[in-house]
């Protein structure tokens, strides 16, 4: 029952999924104002759902143009539900903004066309990438998974090699040129100044680490099972979901160096793209029909429960 709905791409799919979204994030940001008697910025909070909703809309354009998942709603289902149980990722607005880049980056390599010119893929794809840098400095990682994506798609190219580096050069003529416009050209020199962030290893969160690691190891778990049922049944999209696994690896490195009394979690929002559609491919892979829908059901309850219990203890 709770399958079959989330199979489907109606528009009533979409309108729950968003108005789940839209309930759990007022609620979200209701509690924290009365925990810490705070008043709320409504254009700071209304900029960060729009561009949730955005990014709820590239992991379905994602899912789509590259084939990853069979058609239904269950890649934004399960995107929704890591948010909901990593629901500190709402509080920060530039992880938020740069995600939103980082996803753009995404749906530019698993569409490259191995038949077709790959150049401006790539370039678009570094260049997405320069941009989420403005809001969190750390995403220019983001573009090792963009050169493993030149060397499994077309390393015989070299022009396809100086892509990224054409894309850092036109990022930095027109930040020279905005920061000059502007009398700001000092913020660009400082945001690129690359740090540890403060406080990672000050203060040591054994709550925040020990979620952080059953997230990576049930994540780790799942891809071996997700990869060697798709190799057994003979189906394709192993090598999108290899390079999905290298950003969501970066994702994890990116949240290991944020950890801290600023950022906690909160960077653990770039794997939830990757790991939607891995959780989605194992769902379609699932033949045992009763036991799917349990294991469902437990999966939808179990994050709101624990995002409920955080907010409340």
């Known amino acids: 029952m709770i399958s079959r709905f989330f199979e489907g791409t109606k528009p009533i799919n979409y309108v729950v999924l968003l108005s789940f979204l839209f309930g759990f994030f007022v609620f979200r940001f209701y509690v924290e104002s009365l925990q810490d008697q705070i008043s709320i910025d409504f254009l700071n909070v209304g900029v960060s759902f729009i561009f949730l909703v955005l990014q709820i809309y590239l992991v379905n354009e994602i899912a789509r143009k590259a084939n990853l998942t069979e058609t239904s709603t269950f890649p934004l289902l399960f995107f929704i539900l890591l948010i909901t149980a990593f ?3 709402l509080l920060s607005s ?21 038949s077709k010119r790959n150049n401006f893929n790539f370039f678009n794809a570094s260049f997405w990438i320069c941009i989420a840098s ?3 400095t750390s995403t220019i990682l983001f573009f090792i998974p963009i050169l493993f994506s030149i ?10 090699w100086l892509m990224p580096l054409a894309a850092i050069v036109a990022f930095s003529l027109i930040s020279v040129s905005i920061g000059l416009l502007f009398s700001s050209s000092e913020f660009f020199r400082q945001h690129y100044t690359i740090l540890m962030p403060e ?3 000050e203060e040591f969160n054994f709550e925040s680490y020990t979620r952080l690691t059953l997230y990576v190891l049930a994540n780790v778990i799942l891809l071996f099972i997700v990869f060697g049922r798709l190799r057994a049944i003979g189906k394709g999209r192993v090598l999108e979901l290899r390079m999905l696994f290298l950003f969501f690896i970066v994702g994890i490195i990116l949240t290991l160096i944020s ?3 600023e950022l906690g979690l909160g960077a653990i929002l770039f794997t939830f793209c990757p790991v939607s559609l891995f959780i989605t491919n194992y769902f379609q892979i699932f033949r045992r029909k009763r036991l799917k829908e349990y294991v469902l059901l437990f999966v939808i309850i179990a994050p709101i429960s624990i995002s409920i219990w955080k907010l409340f203890s």
């Open 199 to 201: 406080g990672v290893f």
């Open 134 to 136: 403005i809001f969190y």
């Open 87 to 89: 629901s500190e990722v």
């Open 151 to 160: 060397f499994f798609y077309a390393a015989n190219n070299l022009r396809n």
């Open 259 to 261: 950890l801290g009394p």
């Open 94 to 114: 530039k992880l938020i903004l740069s995600n939103f880049f980082v996803l753009l980056s995404v749906q530019e390599i698993l569409t490259v066309d191995t």
